[in-house]
């Protein structure tokens, strides 16, 4: 069984959130977490028949180890590194947003029916969102890491009223200022508790954050 090899780009680095640093004066409302129930739709070319090759990182499909290059391996093999959670069609910024606990996105590149090393058919532009098959898990809540910033996530203050997210248990590099206790649609349904909001995106919009 031969392996696929592709090149693209990792993101593992943790979103740049817009926030605004003013308190909330409203009473709490509705809203939970969105996190680790979310579940996130196949793109139809990434929903073919899987298997080990059939798709070039299909979801439940593995990954090796590495960043700049990165091969579809057997996910029982000692070379898989993470396991494809979610699989999309073009780029992150047009598609559906990867799960809330992904700890990195793989970005595929394009490639042409003529130059594919199998001759087995095109790979198209997309995104597979990735979960390590052993700890850590930088997008797991409190993680300090993953492509979202969920109910559970610590930031800190790193100017120009924006915010990054960094572990909550201290061991990121740079401390914790302020932890997202909620998810809600709108500013006005934050606890009166909140000192700061941070952008989350989907269904429940705003991160509802209180100092530390």
């Known amino acids: 069984?031969?392996?696929?090899?592709?090149?693209?780009v990792v993101c593992v680095l943790p979103a740049l959130l817009a926030a605004l640093l003013t308190g909330c004066t409203h009473p709490a409302?509705?809203?939970e977490d969105p996190g680790a129930a979310a579940t996130v739709s196949v793109s139809p070319s990434a929903s073919r028949v899987s298997g080990f090759g059939a798709v070039f990182l299909a979801v439940d499909e593995c990954s090796s180890f590495g960043k700049a290059s990165f091969t579809e391996v057997p996910c029982t093999g000692e070379r898989a590194a993470a396991r494809v959670v979610a699989r999309h069609d073009g780029t992150t910024?047009?598609?559906?947003p990867c799960p809330a606990t992904t700890d990195f996105v793989l970005h595929i590149s394009a490639q042409s029916r003529v130059s594919d090393e199998d001759g087995d058919g095109a790979v198209p532009q997309g995104y597979a969102?990735?979960?390590?098959?052993?700890?850590p898990h930088p997008g797991d809540p409190g993680g300090g890491g993953g492509p979202r910033t969920i109910?559970?996530?610590?930031?800190?203050?790193?100017?120009?009223?924006?915010?990054r997210e960094t572990a909550c248990d201290g061991t990121g590099g740079r401390r914790p200022q302020y932890k997202v206790v909620k998810a809600v649609a709108a500013r006005d349904r934050c606890p009166l508790s909140t000192a700061l909001y941070v952008q989350l995106g989907g269904s429940l919009p705003v991160g509802c954050a209180r100092p530390l």
């Open 29 to 31: 409302a509705g809203g």
């Open 1 to 8: 069984m031969r392996e696929k090899s592709f090149t693209g």
């Open 151 to 163: 109910v559970g996530d610590c930031v800190y203050g790193s100017g120009s009223g924006q915010v």
């Open 93 to 96: 910024a047009d598609g559906p």
């Open 129 to 135: 969102c990735m979960r390590n098959l052993q700890p």
